[in-house]
């Protein structure tokens, strides 16, 4: 899709600072630490660290890596081919995380997280082939559906943000609103489902 929208440059500000701190690896920070805290405190806190290192420490490294080579302009990675290549080394990362969890009898919920990872990024590549989806949209819904299965319904608040995040990626011109709604709606569901069934 084509914009032909000018653009505001407040708006556009205001739309990267957006971007940029609610990026994926926030999410995954914040819900590795709120879930691992809910499911066995100090516990859980250290294995939700090590969820931390392989979702998200390891793939930004590996995504900085080739911004520097020049490879892809920024932690984004918009081209297709690019941002499949990405998709598929943080899958072997979280893949990693996930067999070391249950391996060394992590808490079950925390391991159920790491699976719901695994399960909405391979989603999310399947989709990329065709379709560039929201990897924002669908991280930080998917987070926030894993909050709410796990604190309770108020949780659900953190749609707020959510939306916030949606409208900054449209205002950036990184996609169109389908493919937030679409990113939305599969992170979402692939989460509640994958997170309920192995929790």
Not at 38 to 61: E, M, N, Y
Request: include cysteine.
């Amino acid at each position: 899709m084509t914009y032909t929208a000018i653009a505001n440059p407040s708006s556009q500000r205001a739309a990267r600072l957006i971007s940029d701190k609610l990026h994926p690896k926030t999410w995954i920070v914040a819900v590795c630490l709120m879930i691992g805290w809910h499911a066995d405190h100090l516990r859980g806190v250290v294995w939700s660290l090590v969820g931390v290192l392989f979702a998200a420490v390891i793939p930004i490294l590996f995504i900085d890596h080739g911004i520097k080579q020049g490879r892809w302009g920024d932690r984004n990675v918009g081209a297709r081919k690019a941002r499949l290549l990405v998709m598929a080394v943080i899958l072997l990362s979280v893949l990693t995380c996930f067999a070391l969890m249950t391996t060394l009898d992590a808490p079950r919920v925390l391991s159920a997280l790491v699976a719901s990872m695994l399960v909405t990024l391979a989603s999310l590549a399947l989709v990329t082939l065709a379709w560039k989806i929201s990897v924002h949209q669908a991280v930080s819904a998917g987070a926030v559906i894993m909050l709410a299965q796990s604190y309770g319904p108020w949780a659900l608040l953190g749609y707020i943000l959510v939306a916030v995040v949606g409208w900054s990626r449209v205002e950036l011109r990184d996609h169109t609103p389908a493919q937030v709604i679409v990113g939305t709606l599969l992170g979402s569901a692939v989460a509640a489902a994958t997170f309920s069934a192995l929790r």
